[in-house]
Nanobody
């Protein structure tokens, strides 16, 4: 059973930065596309960024130029570097592992952007 554990969330000021990590276990990590999603209070979960097995990336328009997704297959870890944070970036951030039609989710880490 796939396990994903996120960390790195917390409180940041507008304009600040945070780096999220998601460590995967019990999978052949390099074979999975990895993505970050977020859910703001009262809103649906949305895709933030995705990185393919080959390292290709794609981002939601709202975070382009501010967030960077990366992966380290030697550490079974996917990262989300978040810069120039805005209050609207507040939410619970989840990582997801995808292999074909199989998806696994982490438990989420809370990011709060507030002064």
């Amino acid at each position: 059973q796939v396990q994903l554990v996120e960390s790195g969330g917390g409180l940041a000021q507008p304009g600040g930065s945070l780096r999220l990590s998601c460590v995967a276990s019990r999978i052949i990590f390099s074979g999975y596309a990895m993505s970050w999603h977020r859910q703001a209070p009262g809103k649906q979960r949305e895709l933030v960024a995705i990185i393919t097995t080959g390292g290709g990336t794609n981002y939601a328009d709202s975070v382009k130029g501010r967030f960077t997704i990366s992966r380290d297959n030697t550490k079974n870890t996917v990262y989300l570097e978040m810069n120039s944070l805005k209050p609207e970036d507040t939410g619970v951030y989840y990582c997801k592992a995808t292999f074909g039609f199989t998806n696994a989710w982490g438990q989420g880490t809370l990011v709060t952007v507030s002064s």
